[in-house]
């Protein structure tokens, strides 16, 4: 199959190239070839105009089609639904408008196409941060954060940590390919960058509160600290634990969500998945066209 992706913009313009491009480029491991064109040629068998506005007629064989947006007069829908009446099938950004479009015009040549986020992104990750030394009498739980940060998967969690005697316990976190930040003296400037980009704020001691809270609080960040002293009588966004078990379940809870935010990324992003749509989606329209000859 050899499609000629038909470009209104020009190369460099804006959205609707950017978008001829990116689906160019996820098509050709799928089809024979895929070409971002500057107009009607022979040779293709398909011919995608994106979008529908330029198509008025249609001066080359195959199958062709168009992306259809912003059909808000009449004069749009009676373009649109003239090139269905054509045999152009048209591809719109949502069930709802498919809808719309296949019943007010009479032909069920409308089809749905949502397609992915434009700009891509890399899963997204939590950043974890700790503020405060350790002493010898172990008062601060330290090995209920190592057991926190070990119920993440190494490549969903960013460790910040900054205090001393930390580093010889996190070792085998960096060993195991934790992405670890550690310090043991405090800087205020570093401690500030730090903390305003994580997303919580982790404590693990039980010695009436710490005071990193607040400045987590302050900036939007959501602490993850322990049931007692001024942690129990903030107003903002905070959680809470009491035992280790509790501590795991909170880990198990973030883990869950940031796995489900991804889950939704990786669907926002999939141009590979919305390539196969569309050439499997013209591999039966052209099947259907030479079964119909």
Not at 259 to 276: E, K, P, S
Request: charged share 20%; with cysteine; glycine share 8%.
């Amino acid at each position: 199959m050899r499609v000629n992706l038909l470009s209104y913009e020009p190369a460099g313009g804006w959205i609707l190239y950017d978008y001829a491009v990116k689906l160019a480029a996820a098509l050709r491991p799928h089809v024979e070839s895929a070409t971002v064109g500057f107009g009607q040629a022979p040779g293709f068998d398909v011919t995608f105009h994106i979008n529908y506005a330029g198509l008025r007629q249609i001066q080359v064989p195959g199958l062709h089609c168009t992306m259809v947006t912003h059909i808000d007069t009449q004069d749009k829908f009676n373009l649109v639904r003239s090139q269905a009446a054509a045999g152009v099938l048209g591809f719109c950004m949502s069930e709802e408008t498919t809808r719309r479009l296949n019943t007010l015009s009479g032909y069920t040549r409308f089809f749905n196409f949502a397609p992915p986020a434009m700009i891509s992104a890399p899963p997204r990750q939590l950043t974890v941060m700790i503020a405060g030394r350790l002493y010898d009498d172990g008062r601060k739980n330290e090995r209920w954060a190592i057991d926190f940060f070990k119920s993440f998967r190494p490549a969903d969690l960013n460790i910040r940590v900054m205090g001393s005697g930390w580093g010889p316990l996190l070792e085998p976190l960096r060993r195991q390919g934790y992405s670890v930040e550690q310090t043991d003296d405090f800087q205020p400037e570093l401690y500030h960058a730090w903390l305003k980009a994580s997303d919580h704020l982790l404590i693990t001691g039980n010695d009436e509160g710490a005071l990193s809270t607040l400045d987590a609080l302050v900036h939007g960040v959501v602490p993850i600290v322990t049931a007692q002293g001024y942690h129990l009588e903030q107003e903002s966004e905070i959680l809470l634990y009491a035992t280790h078990e509790q501590l795991m379940r909170l880990a198990q809870r973030l883990q869950t969500r940031l796995d489900g935010a991804n889950d939704v990324r990786r669907r926002l992003t999939d141009w590979n998945g919305f390539a196969i749509r569309h050439a499997d989606h013209w591999a039966a329209q052209l099947a259907a066209m030479k079964a119909a000859a």
